[in-house]
């Protein structure tokens, strides 16, 4: 526990010279979940394929970052996947749905 709180803290001093204003707790549960994502797999021509979607996931600008915004669309081809932070019922409890 002390060594999560330890961590915790590291990560919002780095956050804070960095001029980012983001929940650090959303954070890292956004890392697990990324972690937990299988690998990229080889791209594959759109010849090849009876459906084609096409993708373009712009990188999340320094003000977002510092208006806590945090960049929750993990793309791992085939599959994009967008993280969303939300709050439980009770207000307090932190979880992400995928």
Do not use: W, Y
């Not at 001029?19 to 890292?28: E, S, T």
């Not at 459906?51 to 712009?58: A, E, G, L, T, Y």
């Not at 085939?78 to 307090?92: A, E, M, R």
């Amino acid at each position: 526990m002390e060594e999560a709180r330890k961590l915790k803290g590291e990560r919002e001093a780095n956050n804070e010279l960095m001029g980012i204003k983001v929940d650090v707790d959303f954070q890292a549960m956004v890392e697990v979940e990324r972690e937990k994502l299988a690998a990229k797999k080889a791209h594959a021509l759109a010849d090849s394929m009876k459906i084609s979607v096409c993708f373009k996931k712009r990188p999340i600008f320094h003000h977002e970052l510092a208006d806590g915004e945090i960049d929750v669309v993990t793309v791992r081809n085939p599959k994009i996947t967008i993280h969303d932070c939300k709050f439980k019922v009770d207000g307090v409890t932190k979880m992400i749905d995928n």
